[in-house]
Structures are given as C-alpha cells and as structure tokens.
C-alpha cells in the first residue's frame, strides 16, 4: 500500500512523512522486487486465483496507491513502466472532476489505464463512509465507479476504503453492487474469498529504508548485485524495524456460491465483467 511517490514537504508533517516514498526509493524497491523474481499481478488476477485456480507467477505481488495524487503518474507510472510493472490505482474521483492540481486528471487516469495500469475506485471524496444513508453510499460508490468507468471504458470492481473506515452497511452495499473484493488499511498478507471485502495490505512507510522493506518481504538484497550493477540510490530514511512476512494467498471457495460474481439487476453493464 502506497500513497505519495515524492518527498514530503515538510520534514515535520509526520502523517505526510509516513504517506510519502521518495521516488528514487520506490524505483529501488522496485529494481529489488524484480532482482528478486517478483511479478506484478491484478486484484482481478487475484480473485480468479482464489475463485477458480487462474494460474499465478511464482512469485506475485500487487502494488497499490491510494487516493490518486498527481505523482502517481509524474513519479510511480514511468518507473513502473520502467521495470514493466502494473500498479492499481484507487483513485478519488470527485478531485479528478474539479480538476484539483494534487490530483491526477482524467486525461492522466486515461493514459494510465490504457496503458495496463489498473483504475479502481477510493469513492468520490475522502470521506469517513460509516454511519451514511443508501443515497449517500449511491453517490459517492456509484457514482464514482461510473465516473471511471466512462473515462477508461473498463470495470471497476474493487474498491479501497477512505482511511480504512467501512460498516455493516457499506458492506451489504458494496455485495449488494456486484464488487468483487475491496481493501481495508489494516496490515496482512493472507487472503481468501471467506470475505474478500476485507482484504489487508502491507503498508510501505516513507520512513522505512530499503534493508527494512527487504526484511519484511523476506527479499534478497544480494540479488540486485548479481543480476545489475545499476542499482538506484534510495535516499536514506530513518530505519524502522519490520518483522519478516510471508504472503500467503489460499484458494478458499464461499459454499453456496458462484465462483465468480454475478450481475445484479439496474448494474452498469461494464461492472460485471465475464470471467
């Protein structure tokens, strides 16, 4: 789980500190991660696999970046394309619609999709979505899944929640609506289909150094020496300890239903895509 790719402004604002990775710090993570045999895959990729077996890359990872900020695409695009990598975007769709300068615009939204990146919703503003009326959740999921939908001609079936905050009733909206799976900010790395609504992530802190990240994702730091020498120089963060991880994905199918989903009545057309 990824925010800003670039520096923080303000070496005070420990909120944005912790939101931003450096680029040059990303494109290392990123030069590791592929030193290391690691393969970028979807949340579509994903679901399948634990839905109905889709093969997967030995080693497969997802890249996510919430919220849709400007540097996604000046920073995180080309050094994704770089290593010919995918990342999915939850993107905010109302900043995109005002035109908002610390927001990716839909002609950028556009470009990143039809270039293999994946688009899905964050809703249309940065909004606590607990405790609000079905109209409410109408306009801000809805509303903004068809914004995306139209721009980039593409479903939109995953969703992140707004700083992690869901309820019971955000839930039964979101099954209700045909998505498929959404994610929370809470840290873990085991998923399966037993409530794909509450999928977690790992979050990549600003203040965490290279060492750091390797250690968590259990990497090999010797492998960028031997597949490159043209190893990116990430700016030196303060270090903080992170216990070592195993991502773990279980093939687990829900008894009584379809593997995969199914339309809903009144759906757009482009929110159910065939398996």
Known sequence: MYHYISASPSAQDHIRVGLSVPPEM????????????YTTISLR??????????????????????????????????ILQKYGMIGTFFVLTGPADDGESA??????????????????LHSREHLDMRNRSFDWLVFQIIGGRQSIEGHTGKPVIFMA??????DAAVLHFLRGNNFWAAVTTASGVTHTLSEPLLWDRVRISGQMDLRAFARMLDLNMAASHTRSTDTPTPVPPTPTPQPTRTIKATPT???GQSPLPTATPGQSPLATPRP
Do not use: C, H
């Open 26 to 37: 990303f494109e290392a993570q990123l030069k590791l991660l592929s030193d290391n045999g």
């Open 45 to 78: 990729d994903l679901y399948e696999f634990l839905a109905v077996g889709k093969a997967l890359p030995d080693k497969p990872i997802i890249l996510t970046f919430d919220d849709g900020y400007l540097d996604n695409y000046t920073n995180a695009f080309p």
């Open 103 to 120: 927001y990716l615009t839909w002609d950028m939204i556009t470009e990143m999709s039809n270039a293999g990146m994946d688009i899905q």
């Open 161 to 166: 929640y707004p700083s992690g905050k869901y």
């Open 253 to 255: 199918r829900v008894p």
